[in-house]
């Protein structure tokens, strides 16, 4: 899995931009942005391990300011509040594992 190279790398575009015109699209309801969230998340409990730290982080900054904006919306969302712990979970492990290896990926 070395020599693949992960979505969005492709295209060239860094992370930031595309995440936010990928934002532009979302409807503006709540659900939508934990959806989203929610499957950034998952991209990141999967494969997370191959990504660098830089994209690791990136990654889960984007999700974490799609859960803040559902929770401006409505306030106290429970799968919203369920994706912000997991969140946090990935955000100690990933430091764990830096810090445990000496070395940033």
């Not at 659900?31 to 991209?43: H, I, N």
């Not at 919306?73 to 594992?97: C, F, M, N, Y």
Request: no cysteine.
């Amino acid at each position: 899995m070395r020599g693949r190279r992960l979505p969005l790398s492709d295209s060239g575009e860094p992370i930031d931009a595309a995440a936010r015109t990928a934002r532009t699209a979302i409807p503006q309801g709540a659900d939508a942005r934990v959806e989203l969230a929610g499957a950034r998340v998952a991209y990141v409990n999967d494969f997370g391990r191959l990504l660098p730290a830089s994209g690791l982080k990136a990654l889960l900054a984007e999700a974490a300011t799609l859960v803040d904006e559902a929770l401006t919306l409505k306030p106290g969302d429970a799968a919203a509040l369920r994706v912000r712990t997991r969140i946090e979970q990935l955000r100690k492990a990933s430091e764990r594992a830096v810090g445990t290896s000496g070395e940033e990926s």
